[in-house]
């Protein structure tokens, strides 16, 4: 058996795609430490230590602070079956691939979807919500995505929540691909439930979903008619398992949270300042590199993302051939676009431990050479 399957060695790779990204050799040894018990005190210590982290993160004070056991779109379903029930209304914003998810999680809830849209590539009208917010101040939710990965935009978020925060209305944000990038304040900007994702600028392997929900988030979870339609992600016994009960709900993913509290480690080191920093500066060098090339950018300055780029390639250009090519002969992984943008952009990241001024200069060349060898 051991001739036909021989150990899978991963190929070497700069993953400059929209996740995931490289990861820390600190982190792969934090995996490799020996398994312990779920309800082992040193491990539950150790998720204390989680939960303190990521309220460092977030920007928050909130007691409900923790790691679902799922990737970043576990993270989503757990914000929409806890807030909603059915015949509930949910306002969405939709401008890009993850907005559309967000959509199709809250229909699946039994929620009734109003979205509020903006064309791919640029950002929600912030009046426009709040407009259709006052149409529809009975919603549930109001939820948007911070860092929409599908484009490279940036969502204000600030006076949104500024508007909802005296109202019945819980304010939902994905900050998958924002989290350890770029600023987000969950208690400042009155976030209700805000999740993310360990493998795009946090650095981690995929796997957990951070999750933060506010007191009347939680209430409004423990307070609903009906049980919440998935009994995994239902925070309130989630919560007994992090929180002061620890009572057994499912077995926690233990190497994983090893994992986490290691890149957490590695983030708070840093310094959140000095990482946003960090972000800003080389996703800037990557961008006017790709402008001093002749390219276009799809979005516009203001709100464009640092860890995430989308570029518009040349006419003529086979995108999915050339994008082989890189990872082929240059061992650099890039994403290609979605939905409307198929064949017309790529998405190249620069999250976590990836944004690196020498992958910034190693992409530029990359793609001289390659752009040369397709004759343009
Ligand atoms: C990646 C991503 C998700 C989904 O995360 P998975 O880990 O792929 O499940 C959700 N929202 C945004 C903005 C993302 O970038």
């Known amino acids: ?45 150790m998720m204390n ?47 890009g691939v993850f907005g559309q998810r967000m959509c199709s999680v809250a229909e699946r809830c039994g929620a009734r979807v109003v979205t509020v849209e903006a064309p791919w590539g640029e950002p929600l009208d912030v009046g426009e919500l709040i407009d259709t917010w006052r149409a529809h101040e009975d919603a549930r939710l109001l939820a948007v995505v911070h860092a929409e990965t599908s484009t490279g935009v940036r969502q204000p978020l600030e006076e ?43 650095s981690v392997p995929p796997g957990l979903a951070p999750i933060t929900f506010s007191e009347r988030a939680l209430e409004r979870s423990r307070s609903r008619g ?55 500066s080389l996703g800037e060098r990557l961008q006017s590199g790709l402008t001093e090339r002749g390219l276009e950018l799809l979005v516009a ?33 890039v994403g290609g676009g979605l939905g409307p943008l198929a064949g017309e952009i790529w998405r190249v990241g620069l999250m976590g431990e990836t944004c690196r001024w020498e992958n910034v200069l190693s992409f530029h060349a990359a793609l001289d050479e390659l752009l040369e060898d397709n004759g343009t």
């Open 1 to 45: 058996m051991s001739e036909i399957y021989p150990p899978f060695e991963p190929p070497r790779r700069i993953l400059m795609g929209p996740g995931p990204s490289n990861v820390s050799s600190r982190v792969y040894r934090a995996l490799a430490r020996p398994t312990i018990g779920h309800l082992d005190p040193a491990f539950l210590e």
């Open 49 to 95: 230590q989680v939960s303190d982290q990521l309220r460092l993160l977030f920007g928050t004070a909130n007691r409900l602070t923790f790691a679902v056991s799922g990737t970043g779109s576990a993270g989503m379903e757990t914000a929409f079956v806890n807030a909603l029930e059915a015949g509930d209304t949910a306002i969405v914003g939709v401008n």
């Open 160 to 202: 949104l929540g500024a508007a909802l925060r005296e109202s019945e209305t819980l304010f939902v944000v994905d900050a998958v691909t924002s989290l350890g990038g770029i600023p987000v304040r969950v208690d400042d900007w009155g976030i209700d439930i805000c999740y993310s994702g360990t493998q795009k600028c946090l």
């Open 226 to 280: 009906g049980s919440v339609q998935s009994w995994y992600l239902d925070v309130g016994m989630i919560a007994s398992y992090w929180g002061a009960e620890r009572s057994y709900h499912h077995t926690a993913p233990i190497n994983m949270l090893y994992a986490l509290h290691e890149g957490l480690r590695i983030v708070l080191e840093e310094g959140l300042e000095t990482r946003h920093e960090r972000h800003r």
């Open 301 to 333: 300055e203001p709100y464009r993302l640092p860890q995430l780029t989308s570029v518009r390639l040349p006419d003529g250009v086979d995108e999915g051939a050339m994008r082989r090519e890189l990872l082929d002969r240059y061992g650099i992984e």
